[in-house]
């Protein structure tokens, strides 16, 4: 199985700061990474995908790169609304979806 | 409205049987494959299982694997999931999304609210 391991677990950070998320695969994936954003108590809603594709009606903030094995999420200008736990999945193994354990991004 | 709307979460024992089912709206439900994800409260996302667009292929996680069953019935736009045998750690909220395509790569689109299942002595 394809391991997805993200760093850190939990990060604080204020309004307009800018942030970034690791996400590494434990083998080559290409660039078949989607990161999800989870509010508390909702489901999960798609951000980016391909690694580095915004999802429509996502905001430029938001920006994903990398390729193979290391990943990231970057969020610029940090808004309010921004602040929940973001997940990335590989979509490699179509038969094995995998998602890393996620990062709650904390005032 | 494009929807999923899970049901049939609850209270069961352990080493018994839970079957959740959700039902699809406002799009053309046959034409996409169907997951299973879940959630243990506090804890992250476990992909649980696919179901092709036709129910032609089904593929599961090591989790789950010989005690679940994935169906659906695209006259119904419903999709389901059995799971036997459960565990404790099958507690988790179950949700049911819908895999698209976007350029190519498949993406889970769409989401439901969830169900929660409780596995309890």
């Known amino acids: 199985d394809i391991q997805m391991t993200q760093s850190p677990t939990s990060l604080s950070a204020s309004v307009g700061d800018t942030v970034t998320i690791t996400c590494r695969a434990s083998?080559?994936?290409?660039?078949?990474l989607i990161w999800y954003q989870q509010k508390s108590g909702k489901a999960p809603t798609l951000l980016i995908y391909a690694a580095s594709i915004l999802q429509s009606g996502v905001p430029p903030r938001f920006s994903g790169r990398g390729f193979e094995t290391n990943f990231t999420l970057t969020i610029s200008n940090l808004q309010p609304e921004d602040f929940a736990t973001y997940f990335c999945?590989?979509?490699?193994?179509?038969?094995?979806?995998?998602f890393g354990q996620g990062t709650k991004l904390e005032i | 409205q494009v929807q999923l709307v899970e049901s049939g979460g609850g209270v069961v024992q352990p080493g018994r049987s839970l079957r959740v089912s959700c039902a699809a709206s406002g799009f053309s439900f046959s034409d996409y494959g169907m997951h299973w994800v879940r959630q243990a409260p506090g804890k992250g996302l476990e992909w649980v299982s696919v179901i092709w667009h036709d129910g032609s292929q089904r593929y599961y996680g090591e989790s789950v694997k010989g005690r679940a069953t994935i169906s659906r019935d695209n006259s119904k736009n419903t999709l389901s999931l059995e799971v036997n045998n459960l565990r404790l750690e099958d507690t988790a909220v179950y949700y049911c999304?819908?895999?698209?395509?976007?350029?190519?790569?498949?993406?889970?689109?769409?989401w439901g609210q969830g169900t929660l299942v409780t596995v309890s002595p």
């Open positions: 083998q080559s994936i290409a660039n078949y």
């Open positions: 999304a819908r895999e698209n395509y976007n350029q190519g790569y498949a993406v889970v689109d769409l």
């Open positions: 999945q590989q979509s490699f193994n179509p038969f094995l979806y995998t």
